[in-house]
């Protein structure tokens, strides 16, 4: 070798211990600032506040004038007595003023109880600024890992995704993940549904 040639030393790989310690404490997790429930946002503000009064303002026209179809009756003997109106063609339609004294009356902020184990230092305490990460999707498929085809979401699905999602830092809050579809029943199925939550996690539902 002359003295203009450089010598280029390349890291040395990591052995399997080394790989092996480093997949464990992936699993232990890291404590990484980026999955912290309760971070602060509402940084990004893509509109502006004359773009928000106006689809403010737009949204209340709709309602008042438009108004929503086919109504369900256990809803119309809520609204009805407050001021809301059907219109000619059976709409329900929503006075502006009642609107913005719904809005007005809204809790500003609010908590999230956990459960068991995890009641209290998981709570989620919600207000306009905190943001916390769930999982939801409510799908009636489900792929199947043993044969990489698409087949009916069941409870047991229901009960898998949400233990996934009790050991996972990055998601703070459980949701419907699949729709058991194996429980045809429309009261059978919502209690079942919410059964196989609780048993699957303490985290906030």
């Known amino acids: 070798m002359d003295s203009t040639t450089t010598q280029v030393t390349r890291p040395k790989r990591r052995n399997a211990a080394q790989r092996k310690a480093k997949a464990q404490a992936r699993l232990q997790g890291g404590g ?3 999955i912290q429930p309760g971070m602060p946002g509402g940084q990004y503000r893509p509109l502006g506040d004359d773009d928000l009064t106006r689809i403010h303002e737009a949204a209340l026209t709709i309602l008042e004038n438009t108004g929503i179809g086919d109504p369900l009756p256990e809803l119309l003997d809520i609204v009805l007595p407050l001021g809301a109106t059907l219109n000619d063609h059976g709409r329900l339609c929503f006075p502006r003023g009642m ?3 719904i809005i007005a009356a809204a ?5 999230i109880y956990a459960r068991g184990s995890r009641a209290g230092k998981d709570d989620m305490y919600c207000n ?3 943001v916390y990460f769930s999982n939801s999707g409510s799908a009636v498929t489900t792929l199947d890992s043993d044969n990489l085809h698409y087949r009916p979401s069941t409870i047991l699905d229901i009960y898998d995704f949400t233990r996934l999602v009790d ?3 990055n998601i703070h809050m459980s949701g ?3 729709i058991g579809t194996d429980v045809p029943d429309d009261y059978e199925h919502d209690m079942t549904m919410v059964y196989a939550l609780m048993a699957a996690t303490e985290k906030p539902l």
């Open 32 to 34: 990484s600032p980026a």
């Open 99 to 101: 609107i913005e004294d």
């Open 107 to 111: 809790a500003r902020e609010y908590t």
């Open 128 to 130: 306009g600024n905190w």
């Open 167 to 169: 050991q996972l830092d």
């Open 176 to 178: 419907d993940t699949v």
